[in-house]
């Protein structure tokens, strides 16, 4: 996966962007980082996701994924990750750029790896499985914990900023596994509801509602594409690429 200031904060997450949305009832203005970013990283980077491509039933297949300047390169065992590294090294060299040795990892699908926030992971028994990242996940924590804990914010202001970024993470990740106590966020809520019901004025019964507003429930459908072909026998391999 590359990654540069560049675009750092232009694939933050949904959740990150959601933060900065104003609604009403029957408007909605969302402010996002400016375009000019990804849309540099694009220009620079374009035609590098076609590094290792091949043919197959006579149309390219390619092995990169690339959202701006983060990318990820699917292999096969039977591929050489050492030569695919040549020809990216080639190609960003060309436009007076340049990979992190340190960080470029090459990494089993079975052995899971991030990009954009998810973790992604097959199984042994070939099922796929996303999840948000630790680090994804860590820096939504960190968030919520800083509007729970701030003493600067009314209680009504609180309850508006969780709603709006708790929302929109929830929204970002609907099609990972969603299931369990860390990422259906009950931790977090029952911590939140015990702050709340300390509050002046708030009884449990009103800290109850509060928390319902704060915490928005956002239907997840874990995604369908659950079966990796042929991963049992030739898991495949992720490179990684970061750069400075």
């Not at 590094?51 to 006579?58: D, H, P, Q």
């Not at 701030?150 to 609180?158: A, F, T």
């Not at 029952?190 to 319902?212: C, D, M, Q, S, Y």
Request: hydrophobic share 35%.
């Amino acid at each position: 996966m590359m990654e540069s200031p560049m675009t750092r904060n232009c694939h933050v997450g949904f959740g990150e962007r959601y933060e900065e949305t104003h609604q009403s009832q029957d408007w909605e203005v969302r402010f996002v980082p400016t375009p000019s970013s990804p849309l540099l990283a694009n220009v620079a980077l374009n035609g590098i996701e076609r590094i290792g491509e091949f043919k197959r039933n006579g149309k390219d297949n390619p092995i990169c994924v690339r959202y701006a300047d983060d990318m990820i390169f699917f292999l096969k065992p039977q591929d050489n990750a050492n030569e695919l590294l040549n020809l990216v090294k080639e190609f960003l060299a060309k436009r007076g750029m340049e990979i992190s040795e340190k960080k470029t990892k090459l990494t089993r699908a079975t052995d899971g790896f991030n990009f954009l926030g998810w973790h992604f992971k097959v199984q042994n028994n070939g099922k796929f499985r996303s999840t948000p990242s630790e680090e994804n996940f860590k820096a939504f924590r960190k968030k919520v914990k800083d509007i729970v804990n701030s003493s600067n914010l009314k209680l009504e202001l609180k309850v508006d900023k969780l709603s709006r970024i708790i929302r929109g993470w929830r929204q970002y990740h609907k099609y990972c596994k969603m299931d369990g106590s860390r990422f259906s966020l009950w931790h977090m809520n029952h911590r939140t509801f015990k702050v709340f019901n300390k509050g002046k004025n708030t009884n449990k019964h009103k800290a109850i509602e509060l928390i319902k507003t704060a915490f928005p429930a956002v239907p997840y459908s874990e995604n369908k594409f659950v079966n990796v072909k042929g991963i049992t026998v030739e898991p495949f391999f992720i490179i990684r690429l970061v750069r400075l």
